[in-house]
């Protein structure tokens, strides 16, 4: 992803964490977490396993390589990252931002900080808050971006499907990216277009009382209409 869509979680840094990372790994604790956490942003739209480049990464905390580890293994002993371990003589590890975090204050209270920070409240855009074992509307969508479009993906791409993820059902957006794959078709103008199609129709339908009341006006199709009459 390109580093000037990165944001970071911000309910990270009001939620206790860093007061209590300091505690109990040091007073290097938050900025090694924090760096962390920024790779992992950096490398992963969804939070999932990082390289840990100690040599790259210390001299960016401004720590000498010993202690930048010390740090890391430490915050993995008291729950916050991960780790995993790979050769004995000069071992290679890895990492994840743990899921859920242990975060120090309750919900309620996290809530009211958020709110007097004029921060976003909605639990689905709190990164590392639930466990990543569930699949979200966010990494749905993705996955039917990647299966339909590819790959490649910018900061404005991932805007993108996040507001489509709020405006549609996942049905909706599953109907709309298969059309897309029938046609042969990758761009995702195309897709939000079908999409604002299919959501009218919905509503013209809905209003008409179909099915069982009255007909929609003649000419009037809807795309899964279509789609069937055309196999």
Known sequence: ?????????RWLEICGLPEKITSEAGMS??????????????QNLF????????????P?????????????????????LRLRRYGQANPVYQYRIAEPLPVPISIEELLSRL???????????WRYWESGEGT???????????????????????EDLVELAELYSHEQLKEGFEAAVKEGVTTLAWIRKYLKRLKKH??????WGRPGGLELPEGYTVPSEEKAGTD
């Open 115 to 125: 709110e007097q920070a004029a921060l976003p409240t909605n639990l689905e855009v």
């Open 29 to 42: 604790g938050w900025v090694v977490f924090r760096r962390l956490v920024e790779e992992d942003l950096n």
């Open 1 to 9: 992803m390109d580093e000037r869509y990165l944001r970071f979680p």
């Open 202 to 207: 919905e509503r013209i339908q809905k209003a």
């Open 60 to 80: 960016l905390c401004a720590l000498p390589e010993a202690e930048f580890e010390r740090v890391c293994l430490e915050l993995g002993e008291k729950g916050y």
């Open 136 to 158: 979200s509307k966010y990494e749905k969508i993705l996955r039917l971006y990647e299966g339909t479009c590819g790959l490649k993906i910018s900061g404005r791409i991932v």
């Open 47 to 58: 939070p999932d396993w990082v390289e840990l480049e100690m040599q790259r990464l210390a």
